[in-house]
Protein backbone atom coordinates (compact mmCIF):
# COMPACT_ATOMS: atom_id res chain seq x y z
CA UNK A 1 0.00 0.00 0.00
CA UNK A 2 1.33 3.20 -0.53
CA UNK A 3 2.47 5.41 2.07
CA UNK A 4 2.18 9.42 2.53
CA UNK A 5 5.15 9.89 5.19
CA UNK A 6 4.15 14.01 5.66
CA UNK A 7 6.34 16.80 7.34
CA UNK A 8 3.92 19.47 8.77
CA UNK A 9 5.73 22.74 9.67
CA UNK A 10 4.60 24.46 12.60
CA UNK A 11 2.31 22.83 15.76
CA UNK A 12 0.25 25.49 16.39
CA UNK A 13 -3.82 24.60 15.80
CA UNK A 14 -3.69 24.60 12.29
CA UNK A 15 -0.32 22.00 11.76
CA UNK A 16 -2.32 19.72 14.62
CA UNK A 17 -6.13 20.04 13.43
CA UNK A 18 -4.33 19.40 9.91
CA UNK A 19 -2.41 15.71 11.29
CA UNK A 20 -5.62 15.13 13.00
CA UNK A 21 -7.96 15.89 9.68
CA UNK A 22 -5.41 13.34 7.64
CA UNK A 23 -5.27 10.66 10.09
CA UNK A 24 -8.90 10.17 10.36
CA UNK A 25 -10.12 10.87 5.99
CA UNK A 26 -11.03 8.30 4.25
CA UNK A 27 -7.75 7.45 2.07
CA UNK A 28 -6.22 4.22 0.47
CA UNK A 29 -3.21 5.14 1.76
CA UNK A 30 -1.14 4.92 5.10
CA UNK A 31 0.13 8.07 6.30
CA UNK A 32 3.14 8.97 8.70
CA UNK A 33 3.16 12.63 10.12
CA UNK A 34 6.34 14.30 11.39
CA UNK A 35 4.88 17.71 13.20
CA UNK A 36 7.79 20.46 13.40
CA UNK A 37 8.25 23.37 15.62
CA UNK A 38 10.77 25.60 16.16
CA UNK A 39 9.76 26.17 20.00
CA UNK A 40 10.23 23.88 22.18
CA UNK A 41 6.69 23.59 23.29
CA UNK A 42 3.74 23.34 20.50
CA UNK A 43 0.35 24.88 20.63
CA UNK A 44 1.75 28.07 18.43
CA UNK A 45 -0.76 31.24 19.79
CA UNK A 46 -3.05 29.33 21.87
CA UNK A 47 -0.13 28.78 24.21
CA UNK A 48 1.85 32.22 23.29
CA UNK A 49 -0.88 34.68 21.55
CA UNK A 50 -4.25 34.07 24.08
CA UNK A 51 -3.61 36.02 26.86
CA UNK A 52 -3.39 33.85 30.21
CA UNK A 53 -6.55 35.32 31.66
CA UNK A 54 -8.66 33.41 29.19
CA UNK A 55 -8.30 30.11 30.84
CA UNK A 56 -11.64 28.72 28.70
CA UNK A 57 -9.25 29.18 25.19
CA UNK A 58 -6.60 28.18 26.90
CA UNK A 59 -8.41 24.99 27.56
CA UNK A 60 -7.89 24.28 23.77
CA UNK A 61 -4.73 22.95 24.52
CA UNK A 62 -5.95 19.93 26.20
CA UNK A 63 -8.02 19.25 23.02
CA UNK A 64 -5.09 19.79 21.10
CA UNK A 65 -2.82 17.17 23.62
CA UNK A 66 -5.17 14.89 23.06
CA UNK A 67 -4.89 14.33 19.06
CA UNK A 68 -1.12 14.16 19.88
CA UNK A 69 -1.86 12.16 22.83
CA UNK A 70 -3.27 9.26 20.39
CA UNK A 71 0.41 8.81 19.35
CA UNK A 72 -0.09 8.65 15.60
CA UNK A 73 1.61 12.02 14.85
CA UNK A 74 5.74 12.74 16.13
CA UNK A 75 6.29 15.82 17.49
CA UNK A 76 9.75 17.29 16.77
CA UNK A 77 10.05 20.67 18.95
CA UNK A 78 12.95 23.22 18.81
CA UNK A 79 13.25 22.34 15.47
CA UNK A 80 14.07 25.52 13.30
CA UNK A 81 12.79 25.49 9.61
CA UNK A 82 15.41 27.49 7.75
CA UNK A 83 18.23 26.80 9.83
CA UNK A 84 17.90 23.03 11.41
CA UNK A 85 16.45 21.14 8.37
CA UNK A 86 15.58 22.76 4.33
CA UNK A 87 12.99 22.80 2.16
CA UNK A 88 15.45 20.27 0.05
CA UNK A 89 15.64 18.01 3.40
CA UNK A 90 12.16 17.52 3.25
CA UNK A 91 11.94 16.59 0.07
CA UNK A 92 15.00 14.35 0.79
CA UNK A 93 12.89 12.38 3.35
CA UNK A 94 8.82 12.93 2.74
CA UNK A 95 6.44 13.03 0.44
CA UNK A 96 5.20 16.54 0.76
CA UNK A 97 4.73 19.32 3.67
CA UNK A 98 1.81 21.55 5.21
CA UNK A 99 3.22 24.78 6.31
CA UNK A 100 1.58 25.95 9.55
CA UNK A 101 3.75 28.35 10.19
CA UNK A 102 1.49 30.85 11.49
CA UNK A 103 1.49 34.79 11.79
CA UNK A 104 3.77 36.05 14.53
CA UNK A 105 5.32 39.82 14.09
CA UNK A 106 3.41 42.90 14.17
CA UNK A 107 1.89 44.33 10.97
CA UNK A 108 3.12 48.24 9.80
CA UNK A 109 1.64 51.10 11.13
CA UNK A 110 3.06 54.33 8.59
CA UNK A 111 2.08 56.98 10.54
CA UNK A 112 4.98 59.82 11.81
CA UNK A 113 7.12 58.98 14.98
CA UNK A 114 5.62 55.70 14.76
CA UNK A 115 9.47 55.08 15.88
CA UNK A 116 9.84 56.56 18.68
CA UNK A 117 10.86 55.31 21.77
CA UNK A 118 7.97 53.95 23.60
CA UNK A 119 6.32 52.86 20.82
CA UNK A 120 5.67 49.11 20.86
CA UNK A 121 4.32 46.62 18.62
CA UNK A 122 0.96 44.32 20.30
CA UNK A 123 2.45 41.01 19.09
CA UNK A 124 5.94 41.87 21.12
CA UNK A 125 3.95 42.91 24.36
CA UNK A 126 1.43 39.63 24.20
CA UNK A 127 4.66 37.52 23.59
CA UNK A 128 6.26 39.07 26.73
CA UNK A 129 3.30 38.71 28.44
CA UNK A 130 2.27 35.18 27.26
CA UNK A 131 5.97 34.31 28.08
CA UNK A 132 7.77 33.47 24.70
CA UNK A 133 11.11 32.16 24.89
CA UNK A 134 12.92 34.57 22.16
CA UNK A 135 11.32 38.40 23.50
CA UNK A 136 13.47 39.74 26.33
CA UNK A 137 12.16 39.14 30.43
CA UNK A 138 11.77 42.75 30.74
CA UNK A 139 8.95 45.20 29.57
CA UNK A 140 9.44 49.15 30.11
CA UNK A 141 5.89 49.00 32.14
CA UNK A 142 6.79 52.83 33.21
CA UNK A 143 4.08 54.76 32.18
CA UNK A 144 1.16 56.27 33.38
CA UNK A 145 -0.72 57.33 30.35
CA UNK A 146 -0.41 54.86 27.49
CA UNK A 147 -2.49 54.65 24.12
CA UNK A 148 -3.52 51.29 22.54
CA UNK A 149 -4.04 51.47 18.49
CA UNK A 150 -6.62 49.15 16.91
CA UNK A 151 -10.50 48.32 17.11
CA UNK A 152 -10.04 43.87 17.47
CA UNK A 153 -9.67 41.68 20.09
CA UNK A 154 -6.16 41.78 20.99
CA UNK A 155 -6.21 45.45 21.03
CA UNK A 156 -8.62 44.71 23.76
CA UNK A 157 -6.40 42.05 25.08
CA UNK A 158 -3.11 44.42 25.03
CA UNK A 159 -5.55 47.36 26.54
CA UNK A 160 -7.02 44.99 29.47
CA UNK A 161 -3.56 43.75 30.55
CA UNK A 162 -2.50 47.25 30.66
CA UNK A 163 -5.08 48.10 32.75
CA UNK A 164 -5.46 45.49 34.95
CA UNK A 165 -4.09 45.10 38.82
CA UNK A 166 -1.21 42.26 38.50
CA UNK A 167 -3.20 40.79 41.46
CA UNK A 168 -6.22 39.92 39.16
CA UNK A 169 -3.82 37.64 37.14
CA UNK A 170 -1.98 35.62 39.79
CA UNK A 171 -4.02 32.65 39.62
CA UNK A 172 -3.88 32.57 35.93
CA UNK A 173 -0.55 30.73 34.20
CA UNK A 174 1.58 34.23 33.73
CA UNK A 175 5.04 33.65 34.54
CA UNK A 176 6.59 35.50 37.49
CA UNK A 177 8.58 38.31 35.99
CA UNK A 178 5.21 39.36 34.23
CA UNK A 179 3.52 39.21 37.50
CA UNK A 180 6.45 41.70 38.73
CA UNK A 181 6.60 44.11 35.82
CA UNK A 182 2.87 44.61 35.85
CA UNK A 183 2.37 44.95 39.58
CA UNK A 184 5.12 47.97 39.33
CA UNK A 185 2.93 49.69 36.51
CA UNK A 186 2.23 53.21 37.65
CA UNK A 187 -0.48 53.19 34.25
CA UNK A 188 -3.62 55.22 35.46
CA UNK A 189 -5.02 55.95 31.74
CA UNK A 190 -5.06 53.11 28.84
CA UNK A 191 -7.00 54.95 25.52
CA UNK A 192 -7.94 52.59 22.90
CA UNK A 193 -8.27 54.21 19.38
CA UNK A 194 -10.23 53.10 16.33
CA UNK A 195 -11.02 55.48 13.74
CA UNK A 196 -14.49 54.00 13.10
CA UNK A 197 -17.50 54.09 15.13
CA UNK A 198 -18.86 51.83 17.64
CA UNK A 199 -20.85 49.55 15.30
CA UNK A 200 -18.08 48.74 13.06
CA UNK A 201 -15.00 47.64 15.51
CA UNK A 202 -14.17 44.06 14.86
CA UNK A 203 -13.89 42.98 18.95
CA UNK A 204 -16.19 39.92 19.91
CA UNK A 205 -18.89 40.67 22.43
CA UNK A 206 -17.47 38.61 25.08
CA UNK A 207 -14.15 39.98 24.90
CA UNK A 208 -15.68 43.57 25.04
CA UNK A 209 -18.25 42.41 27.99
CA UNK A 210 -15.05 41.18 30.04
CA UNK A 211 -13.83 45.15 30.07
CA UNK A 212 -16.73 46.38 32.07
CA UNK A 213 -15.76 43.54 34.96
CA UNK A 214 -12.37 44.64 35.71
CA UNK A 215 -11.81 45.68 39.12
CA UNK A 216 -10.57 49.32 40.18
CA UNK A 217 -10.99 49.96 36.44
CA UNK A 218 -13.53 52.09 34.91
CA UNK A 219 -14.53 52.21 31.17
CA UNK A 220 -14.57 56.08 29.60
CA UNK A 221 -16.90 56.45 27.00
CA UNK A 222 -17.66 59.96 25.07
CA UNK A 223 -20.95 60.83 24.07
CA UNK A 224 -20.02 62.43 20.55
CA UNK A 225 -19.06 59.04 19.76
CA UNK A 226 -22.82 57.86 20.13
CA UNK A 227 -24.36 59.93 17.39
CA UNK A 228 -25.39 57.15 14.75
CA UNK A 229 -25.93 57.57 11.12
CA UNK A 230 -28.44 55.58 9.41
CA UNK A 231 -26.25 52.93 8.31
CA UNK A 232 -24.99 52.56 11.71
CA UNK A 233 -28.62 52.15 13.04
CA UNK A 234 -29.35 49.70 10.41
CA UNK A 235 -26.11 47.63 11.27
CA UNK A 236 -27.50 47.80 14.78
CA UNK A 237 -30.61 46.43 13.60
CA UNK A 238 -29.69 43.84 11.10
CA UNK A 239 -26.27 42.54 12.70
CA UNK A 240 -26.64 40.25 15.64
CA UNK A 241 -23.53 41.04 17.12
CA UNK A 242 -23.59 44.56 16.37
CA UNK A 243 -26.49 44.94 18.74
CA UNK A 244 -24.80 42.88 21.21
CA UNK A 245 -21.44 45.14 21.10
CA UNK A 246 -24.08 48.54 20.77
CA UNK A 247 -25.65 47.39 23.86
CA UNK A 248 -23.09 46.36 25.87
CA UNK A 249 -21.46 49.92 25.09
CA UNK A 250 -24.61 51.89 25.94
CA UNK A 251 -24.84 50.27 28.96
CA UNK A 252 -21.54 51.30 30.34
CA UNK A 253 -22.29 54.99 29.50
CA UNK A 254 -25.17 54.87 31.70
CA UNK A 255 -23.17 54.41 34.87
CA UNK A 256 -22.34 56.53 36.95
CA UNK A 257 -18.86 58.48 36.88
CA UNK A 258 -16.60 55.92 38.69
CA UNK A 259 -13.44 56.45 41.11
CA UNK A 260 -11.50 53.60 40.10
CA UNK A 261 -7.77 54.32 40.41
CA UNK A 262 -7.44 53.25 36.29
CA UNK A 263 -9.34 53.86 33.84
CA UNK A 264 -9.74 52.60 30.46
CA UNK A 265 -11.02 54.57 27.38
CA UNK A 266 -12.72 53.69 23.96
CA UNK A 267 -12.10 56.40 21.37
CA UNK A 268 -14.36 56.08 18.13
CA UNK A 269 -13.62 57.65 15.15
CA UNK A 270 -10.27 58.73 15.94
CA UNK A 271 -7.65 57.82 13.44
CA UNK A 272 -4.43 58.09 14.94
CA UNK A 273 -2.29 60.54 12.50
CA UNK A 274 1.01 60.98 14.14
CA UNK A 275 3.22 60.15 17.35
CA UNK A 276 4.54 63.16 18.85
CA UNK A 277 8.35 63.31 19.79
CA UNK A 278 8.76 64.00 23.71
CA UNK A 279 11.85 66.39 22.33
CA UNK A 280 14.17 63.67 23.98
CA UNK A 281 13.10 60.80 20.96
CA UNK A 282 10.24 59.35 23.44
CA UNK A 283 6.54 58.96 22.84
CA UNK A 284 5.02 62.23 24.21
CA UNK A 285 1.40 62.08 22.70
CA UNK A 286 -0.64 61.00 20.09
CA UNK A 287 -2.36 63.28 17.34
CA UNK A 288 -5.54 61.87 15.97
CA UNK A 289 -7.94 63.46 13.34
CA UNK A 290 -11.77 62.91 14.18
CA UNK A 291 -13.51 60.95 11.72
CA UNK A 292 -17.00 61.10 10.20
CA UNK A 293 -19.61 58.14 9.18
CA UNK A 294 -19.17 58.45 5.10
CA UNK A 295 -22.71 57.39 5.40
CA UNK A 296 -22.21 54.01 3.61
CA UNK A 297 -20.77 52.24 6.64
CA UNK A 298 -17.38 53.93 6.75
CA UNK A 299 -16.08 56.75 7.09
CA UNK A 300 -13.90 59.76 6.29
CA UNK A 301 -11.43 62.71 7.89
CA UNK A 302 -13.42 65.92 9.73
CA UNK A 303 -9.75 67.90 8.94
CA UNK A 304 -10.09 68.38 13.04
CA UNK A 305 -6.95 67.24 14.68
CA UNK A 306 -6.75 66.28 18.42
CA UNK A 307 -4.03 65.95 20.51
CA UNK A 308 -3.46 63.90 23.89
CA UNK A 309 -0.35 63.27 26.18
CA UNK A 310 0.68 59.78 26.22
CA UNK A 311 4.14 58.09 27.50
CA UNK A 312 3.66 54.62 25.66
CA UNK A 313 1.89 53.50 22.68
CA UNK A 314 0.96 49.57 21.22
CA UNK A 315 -0.08 49.32 17.53
CA UNK A 316 -2.59 46.54 17.66
CA UNK A 317 -3.29 46.54 14.06
CA UNK A 318 -2.71 42.97 13.10
CA UNK A 319 -0.50 40.35 12.21
CA UNK A 320 1.82 39.74 9.46
CA UNK A 321 3.16 36.46 8.15
CA UNK A 322 7.06 35.94 7.58
CA UNK A 323 9.02 34.25 4.85
CA UNK A 324 10.01 31.05 5.25
CA UNK A 325 13.47 30.20 2.72
CA UNK A 326 12.75 28.51 0.31
CA UNK A 327 9.36 29.12 -0.03
CA UNK A 328 7.14 31.20 -2.21
CA UNK A 329 5.86 34.62 0.04
CA UNK A 330 3.40 37.11 -0.88
CA UNK A 331 4.88 40.18 0.97
CA UNK A 332 1.95 42.14 0.20
CA UNK A 333 -0.49 40.23 2.06
CA UNK A 334 2.36 38.31 4.42
CA UNK A 335 1.00 34.90 3.41
CA UNK A 336 2.00 31.74 1.76
CA UNK A 337 0.48 32.35 -2.22
CA UNK A 338 -1.72 29.32 -2.81
CA UNK A 339 -4.97 27.96 -3.96
CA UNK A 340 -7.22 26.28 -1.14
CA UNK A 341 -3.94 25.28 0.17
CA UNK A 342 -1.91 24.44 -2.67
CA UNK A 343 0.91 26.51 -2.59
CA UNK A 344 1.80 28.07 -5.86
CA UNK A 345 4.74 29.88 -7.12
CA UNK A 346 5.44 32.76 -10.44
CA UNK A 347 6.91 29.49 -12.29
CA UNK A 348 10.22 30.01 -13.71
CA UNK A 349 10.79 33.15 -15.74
CA UNK A 350 13.17 31.88 -18.67
CA UNK A 351 10.15 29.28 -19.61
CA UNK A 352 7.78 32.31 -20.05
CA UNK A 353 5.71 31.71 -17.48
CA UNK A 354 6.47 34.77 -15.27
CA UNK A 355 2.72 35.73 -14.34
CA UNK A 356 1.26 32.56 -14.39
CA UNK A 357 0.57 31.11 -11.00
CA UNK A 358 1.43 27.27 -10.93
CA UNK A 359 1.11 25.06 -8.20
CA UNK A 360 4.09 23.63 -6.89
CA UNK A 361 3.65 20.25 -6.01
CA UNK A 362 4.36 18.57 -2.51
CA UNK A 363 4.09 21.83 -0.71
CA UNK A 364 0.55 23.29 0.67
CA UNK A 365 0.09 25.23 3.49
CA UNK A 366 -3.08 25.70 6.34
CA UNK A 367 -3.88 28.21 8.77
CA UNK A 368 -2.87 32.30 9.19
CA UNK A 369 0.06 31.56 6.89
CA UNK A 370 -2.65 30.69 4.17
CA UNK A 371 -5.51 32.85 4.92
CA UNK A 372 -3.78 35.74 6.86
CA UNK A 373 -4.16 36.39 10.34
CA UNK A 374 -7.81 36.75 10.63
CA UNK A 375 -10.00 34.48 12.26
CA UNK A 376 -10.46 32.52 15.63
CA UNK A 377 -8.74 28.99 16.64
CA UNK A 378 -11.96 26.98 15.15
CA UNK A 379 -11.63 28.23 11.61
CA UNK A 380 -8.23 26.80 10.97
CA UNK A 381 -10.10 23.27 11.11
CA UNK A 382 -12.34 24.35 8.01
CA UNK A 383 -8.81 25.12 6.71
CA UNK A 384 -7.08 22.21 7.18
CA UNK A 385 -10.04 20.70 6.08
CA UNK A 386 -9.72 22.53 2.36
CA UNK A 387 -5.78 21.87 2.47
CA UNK A 388 -6.08 17.73 3.49
CA UNK A 389 -8.64 17.74 0.62
CA UNK A 390 -5.92 18.55 -2.05
CA UNK A 391 -3.39 17.03 -0.37
CA UNK A 392 -5.23 13.58 -0.82
CA UNK A 393 -6.27 14.27 -4.23
CA UNK A 394 -2.67 15.52 -5.79
CA UNK A 395 -1.50 11.58 -4.20
CA UNK A 396 0.06 11.01 -8.47
CA UNK A 397 1.99 14.26 -8.22
CA UNK A 398 3.46 13.77 -4.20
CA UNK A 399 7.54 13.97 -4.65
CA UNK A 400 9.58 11.16 -4.29
CA UNK A 401 11.99 11.21 -1.38
CA UNK A 402 15.09 8.63 -1.49
CA UNK A 403 14.73 8.50 1.97
CA UNK A 404 11.31 8.27 3.56
CA UNK A 405 12.10 5.91 6.42
CA UNK A 406 11.13 7.59 9.88
CA UNK A 407 14.49 7.00 11.20
CA UNK A 408 16.60 8.96 8.73
CA UNK A 409 14.71 12.15 9.75
CA UNK A 410 15.89 11.63 13.41
CA UNK A 411 19.76 11.05 12.09
CA UNK A 412 19.89 13.90 10.15
CA UNK A 413 19.05 16.02 13.23
CA UNK A 414 21.17 13.73 15.37
CA UNK A 415 24.28 14.29 12.55
CA UNK A 416 23.27 18.20 12.81
CA UNK A 417 23.54 17.94 16.74
CA UNK A 418 19.98 19.52 17.02
CA UNK A 419 18.59 19.30 20.53
CA UNK A 420 14.79 18.06 19.25
CA UNK A 421 11.93 17.57 21.91
CA UNK A 422 9.37 15.44 21.44
CA UNK A 423 5.89 14.32 22.96
CA UNK A 424 7.28 13.12 26.03
CA UNK A 425 9.44 15.87 26.30
CA UNK A 426 5.87 18.04 26.27
CA UNK A 427 4.77 15.98 29.01
CA UNK A 428 7.71 16.82 31.24
CA UNK A 429 7.68 20.06 31.02
CA UNK A 430 3.70 20.28 30.99
CA UNK A 431 3.73 18.46 34.27
CA UNK A 432 7.20 20.70 35.98
CA UNK A 433 5.09 23.91 35.02
CA UNK A 434 2.02 22.85 36.54
CA UNK A 435 3.82 21.69 39.52
CA UNK A 436 5.27 25.34 39.87
CA UNK A 437 1.67 26.33 39.71
CA UNK A 438 0.50 23.92 42.25
CA UNK A 439 3.28 25.10 44.60
CA UNK A 440 2.26 28.91 44.62
CA UNK A 441 -1.71 27.68 44.47
CA UNK A 442 -1.84 28.83 40.45
CA UNK A 443 -3.01 27.32 37.44
CA UNK A 444 0.61 26.71 35.90
CA UNK A 445 3.80 28.76 36.04
CA UNK A 446 5.48 28.99 32.88
CA UNK A 447 8.98 28.08 32.08
CA UNK A 448 10.01 30.56 30.13
CA UNK A 449 13.68 30.69 28.63
CA UNK A 450 14.77 28.40 26.01
CA UNK A 451 17.51 26.19 27.08
CA UNK A 452 15.23 25.30 30.58
CA UNK A 453 12.27 24.58 28.27
CA UNK A 454 14.77 22.39 26.09
CA UNK A 455 16.73 21.07 29.34
CA UNK A 456 13.35 19.93 31.34
CA UNK A 457 11.72 18.27 28.18
CA UNK A 458 14.76 16.30 27.45
CA UNK A 459 15.34 14.69 30.89
CA UNK A 460 18.76 16.19 31.53
CA UNK A 461 18.19 17.77 34.34
C1 LIG B 1 -3.00 37.95 20.81
C2 LIG B 1 -3.92 36.93 20.22
C3 LIG B 1 -5.00 36.47 20.97
C4 LIG B 1 -5.86 35.53 20.41
N1 LIG B 1 -6.92 35.11 21.16
C5 LIG B 1 -7.78 34.21 20.64
C6 LIG B 1 -8.89 33.77 21.39
O1 LIG B 1 -9.11 34.20 22.54
N2 LIG B 1 -9.72 32.84 20.82
C7 LIG B 1 -9.49 32.34 19.57
O2 LIG B 1 -10.24 31.48 19.09
N3 LIG B 1 -8.43 32.75 18.82
C8 LIG B 1 -7.59 33.67 19.32
N4 LIG B 1 -6.54 34.10 18.57
C9 LIG B 1 -6.37 33.57 17.21
C10 LIG B 1 -5.63 32.21 17.19
O3 LIG B 1 -4.51 32.30 18.00
C11 LIG B 1 -5.29 31.83 15.75
O4 LIG B 1 -6.50 31.70 15.03
C12 LIG B 1 -4.53 30.52 15.61
O5 LIG B 1 -3.53 30.38 16.59
C13 LIG B 1 -3.86 30.42 14.24
O6 LIG B 1 -3.29 29.14 14.17
P1 LIG B 1 -2.02 28.74 13.28
O7 LIG B 1 -1.74 27.33 13.62
O8 LIG B 1 -2.27 29.12 11.88
O9 LIG B 1 -0.84 29.69 13.78
P2 LIG B 1 -0.03 29.69 15.15
O10 LIG B 1 -0.92 29.44 16.29
O11 LIG B 1 0.76 30.94 15.14
O12 LIG B 1 0.98 28.45 15.04
C14 LIG B 1 2.08 28.49 14.15
C15 LIG B 1 3.20 27.61 14.68
O13 LIG B 1 4.25 27.57 13.70
C16 LIG B 1 5.49 27.65 14.36
N5 LIG B 1 6.50 28.21 13.43
C17 LIG B 1 6.54 29.45 12.90
N6 LIG B 1 7.63 29.60 12.12
C18 LIG B 1 8.30 28.42 12.16
C19 LIG B 1 9.52 27.95 11.56
N7 LIG B 1 10.27 28.71 10.75
N8 LIG B 1 9.93 26.69 11.83
C20 LIG B 1 9.19 25.89 12.64
N9 LIG B 1 8.03 26.29 13.23
C21 LIG B 1 7.59 27.54 12.99
C22 LIG B 1 5.22 28.59 15.53
O14 LIG B 1 6.17 28.40 16.58
C23 LIG B 1 3.82 28.14 15.96
O15 LIG B 1 3.85 27.11 16.94
C24 LIG B 1 -5.65 35.03 19.10
C25 LIG B 1 -4.55 35.49 18.37
C26 LIG B 1 -3.71 36.43 18.91
C27 LIG B 1 -2.55 36.91 18.09
Redesign the pocket.
Known amino acids: MTKLRLAI????????YAADILLKAERNFEVSIDL????PA??????????PD?PR?KG?ITALRDVLDRGDIRVFGN????IDITLDDLKKHYNAVIF?????RDADLDIPGIDLDGSYG??RF?SWFDGHPDVPRSWPLEDQEVAVIGNG??AL?VARMLAKHADDLLSTEIPTNVYEGLKASPVTDVHVFGRRGPTSVKFTPL?LRELGDLPDVDIVLYDEDFDYDDAARDAVASNKQVFVIDKVLNKWRERPAGTASRRLHLHFFAKPVEIVNDGEGRVGAIRYERTTPDGQGGVVGTGEIRQLPIQAVYRAVG?FG?P?PGVPFDRKHGVIPNREGQVLWKGDPSFGSKSANTQLYGVYA?????RG?V??????KS?AMETVRHLINDLGNWWRPESPSEQSIVDLLDERGVQYTNLDGWHRLDQHELALGSDEGRVRVKVVPRDEMVTISRGVR
Do not use: C, M, Q
Open positions: VGAGPAGIFDHLPYGLVRYGVAHIIVRFGATGAVAAVNVDEYSLTGWIKPGLIGHTD
